[in-house]
């Protein structure tokens, strides 16, 4: 069992930067592959970034591909989100994801989420 926590969304102005966050419960942290979805009002929820396990290679979404930067913190059971240049289309609510297969960008492939964070940014 995991349990995901995100924390650090905010109103930012476009151009700007912020950081999300998603701390993780259970001992087997580092043993799952980590991903962060956004969903727009409106709009189905899509996939941003994804992180494997251990060494942590990442992969992106071409929209945010430059922009954002997904990390892990394993001895913290955390999980990051570096945005920056953010746009008015990166509103949304950010949602951290937990699951087995590494490079997985489609919701099924995740079998634990957090409860999500807003981010909003102005124009």
């Known amino acids: 069992q995991v349990q995901l926590v995100e924390s650090g969304g905010g109103l930012v102005q476009a151009g700007g930067s912020l950081r999300v966050s998603c701390a993780a419960s259970?001992?087997?942290?580092?043993?799952?592959?980590m991903a962060w979805f956004r969903q727009a009002t409106g709009k189905e929820r899509e996939f941003v970034a994804g992180?494997?396990?251990?060494?942590?290679?990442?992969y992106y979404a071409d929209s945010v591909k430059g922009r954002f930067t997904i990390s892990r913190d394993n001895a913290k059971n955390t999980v990051y989100l570096q945005m920056n240049s953010l746009k008015p289309d990166d509103t949304a609510v950010y949602f951290c994801?937990?699951?087995?297969?590494?490079?997985?960008?489609?919701?099924?492939?995740?079998?634990?989420w957090g409860q999500g964070t807003q981010v909003t940014v102005s124009s």
């Open positions: 994801a937990a699951g087995r297969t590494a490079g997985a960008t489609a919701r099924n492939e995740y079998g634990y």
């Open positions: 259970g001992r087997t942290f580092n043993s799952y592959a």
């Open positions: 992180i494997f396990w251990g060494a942590g290679r990442t």
